[in-house]
């Protein structure tokens, strides 16, 4: 698994479900996903590298990217290059309301939510759960406002045939931990 370099800011410490597991998964994802697509390899991996270096802030997708223009200039990076990377990071999130206008932020968008879905995704989202206090009713609500959806948010072809094994498990899960709720036998 590619592991984030040391120079990399590290996502929100305390916060299992957005750990550096996280960012190494969406990371191994996205290139996957660039090198089937073609994308632009290096602007993808930068950007998922850095997607969520600013998890603990509001709108972080948006913050993010701010954070990483102020890192890759001093890190002596082109404008181009690192504006091509701020807007991966604007685009990547769910809830940012940016829409993805590159191939490379499309790939990272649909790393990020790849790696909201399946057995990783149901992993996460308890984990998430846990950490603001959420009841399992909850965060079956999660499951219907956002993560049973993902799959039809997919932007690159490639990310919509790996969105369809993670998706059916998914819907799967829902329905049983639903039947139990329900007491059925």
């Known amino acids: 698994m590619n592991s984030i370099p040391d120079s990399c800011p590290r996502s929100r410490p305390n916060s299992s479900s957005h750990d550096d597991g996280h960012v190494a ?61 701020a807007h991966c990071i604007e685009a990547h999130s769910f809830s940012s309301g940016v829409k993805p206008r590159t191939l490379e932020a499309r790939v990272l968008s649909d ?43 997919m932007e690159t072809e490639t990310g919509r045939k790996l969105a369809e094994k993670r998706h059916a498990f998914l819907v799967e899960f829902y329905g049983r931990l639903k039947e139990e709720l329900r007491g059925d036998f």
């Open 25 to 85: 998964r969406v990371l191994k994802l996205a290139l996957y996903i660039a090198e089937k697509e073609g994308a632009d390899i290096e602007v993808v991996r930068k950007a998922a590298e850095l997607h969520d270096i600013a998890r603990d802030r509001p709108n972080h997708a948006i913050e993010g990217a701010k954070m990483a223009r102020e890192l890759l200039k001093k890190e002596g990076y082109s404008e181009e290059f690192i504006e091509k990377v």
């Open 111 to 153: 790393a990020d939510k790849l790696d909201a879905i399946g057995a990783i995704g149901v992993a996460r989202t308890f984990l998430y759960s846990g950490e603001h206090g959420r009841s399992i009713e909850d965060t079956l609500k999660h499951f219907e406002e956002k993560l049973l959806r993902l799959k039809d948010l």
